[in-house]
């Protein structure tokens, strides 16, 4: 009886979650489910996001909604899906980023490797380099060349510290040796939309947001951080290509529940974005933007947990040595 009273009183209070009982569990879902986005609408990360929910949405026959939370580099969306009830009715859509910021912020108000229940892995995105379509340099080495020569006016946008945007900046400055002037946004949909304005004068930013762009000759594209080309822009040359050796890496993408949603409901919404990577319409349009769903056997807690870990301890190192911190 002791014992109960403030277990009662906490509950009542909400500061202790309820755990869903099986039969909610089982009912799972019966409600609107909420995908949080950690950056601005119409960015790379909305795109995924929005594709995957509406398919999901169809295998879990409730609606699955976006709501865009930006800030922070993607920490302040994923602070609060951290937060957020453990009943699998608000998830998280995040990137690389997870991973990152867990060395890039010393003071996180979340723990990346405990905070979340994983869902799965959704995707990894090739990352290209693009600037002002008025921009005078024309190929890679001409830019390097242009950056370095006007250092102090030469601006590079990105969606703050610990973001896909970041990063890439990160490694491309320190592979040229040129830290330049960045212009933060919550997201690198509006970074384009600067970027095509003439506000800013270069980006590195993912397929899924710079493809259409590309093709309608709004900006100009210089490289794609991987090692081949890609089959949806074949006339773009790849960074080695271009001179810059070393920097390969693709922008992978998990959808995460908080800490604490039950084992059943977890499996429930791994199942559903299994479906919904395996959907042709997905498949087609991930295609277009130049990326594709990760295998079945990836889209699994398991696999995701595992890369927030090993990405975590990849990233940890670079980061230190380039002595870039947030806070
Ligand atoms: C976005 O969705 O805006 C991006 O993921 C931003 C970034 O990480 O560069």
């Known amino acids: 009886m002791r014992l109960f009273k403030p277990l ?15 039969g909610q569990a089982q009912d799972y879902p019966n409600n609107t489910i909420t ?23 169809a295998n879990l026959g409730q609606q699955v909604i976006v709501e865009n939370v930006g800030g922070a580099g993607g920490t302040v969306g994923a602070a609060r899906a951290a937060k957020a009830e453990p009943d699998g009715y608000t998830l998280l859509l995040h990137h690389i980023g997870m991973a990152t910021s867990a060395t890039l912020y010393r003071k996180l108000p979340y723990d990346p490797k405990t905070a979340f229940a994983p869902v799965g892995l959704v995707t990894e995105v090739p990352m290209v380099l693009i600037a002002r379509k008025d ?23 990105n969606a703050g510290i610990g973001a896909a945007s970041h990063l890439c900046g990160m490694l491309f400055m320190q592979a040229i040796q040129t830290p330049l002037t960045t212009v933060p946004y919550k997201g690198t949909g509006p970074a384009m939309t600067d ?16 493809t259409n762009q590309i093709k309608a000759g709004e900006v100009k594209a210089y490289g794609v951080f991987t090692d081949q080309r890609l089959a949806n822009l074949p006339d773009l040359p790849t960074v080695k290509e271009g001179g810059v050796d070393g920097l390969s890496f693709a922008i992978w993408h998990g959808l995460y529940a908080p800490a604490g949603t039950p084992e059943p409901v977890v499996a429930r919404l791994s199942e559903a974005l299994k479906v919904a990577l395996a959907d042709p319409k997905v498949i087609e349009r991930f295609g277009e933007l130049g990326t ?28 230190e040595q380039a002595g870039e911190y947030a806070d």
């Open 195 to 210: 970027l095509i304005g003439g506000q800013v004068d270069f980006l590195c930013d993912q397929t899924t947001n710079t």
């Open 292 to 319: 594709a769903p990760v295998p079945a056997d990836q889209a699994t807690p398991a696999a995701l947990q595992a890369k927030v870990l090993s990405e975590i301890d990849r990233w940890k190192p670079v980061i």
């Open 8 to 22: 009662a009183a906490m509950l009542l209070a909400g500061i202790v979650a309820a755990p869903l009982s099986s």
């Open 135 to 157: 921009f005078p340099p024309n190929n890679l080495q001409e830019l390097i060349t242009y950056v370095k020569e006007h250092k102090d006016e030469v601006t590079y946008a």
């Open 35 to 57: 995908v949080i986005v950690p950056f601005s609408a119409g960015g790379p990360t909305d795109t995924v996001t929005r594709l995957v929910a509406e398919a999901m949405s």
